[in-house]
């Protein structure tokens, strides 16, 4: 339960920070909305899913299900974080790069 704990604290912390640099400051809302949809989305059918599997296979071949869809998560999200890392830009709203602003809270 540690484990659990503590890799969706760190998932949701990461997550939301990186999402706040990178996202346009007019579009934040937006983009948090579509996070928290996706994590909950993803708790729910995860649990749906691993108690049908639990149910058919049994435990080892669940957890063993359950590593390998995280470990695909986890490549893809780093493929595509570097991804856009890569790409760069200015990601701030067109008034904001007008004005000079940051689009950063201090």
Known sequence: MFV????SATHLVIGTTLLQRE???DMT???MGVL?????LAETLGSLIGGVVFELVGARWTLAVAGTVMAVGALT???LAARATRRGGDRRAPD???NGRSGTVT
């Open 77 to 79: 999200g780093t493929r």
């Open 4 to 7: 659990i704990g503590f890799g």
């Open 23 to 25: 996202a346009r400051s």
């Open 36 to 40: 928290l949809s996706m994590t909950f």
């Open 29 to 31: 809302g937006v983009v």
């Open 96 to 98: 904001e790069r007008a």
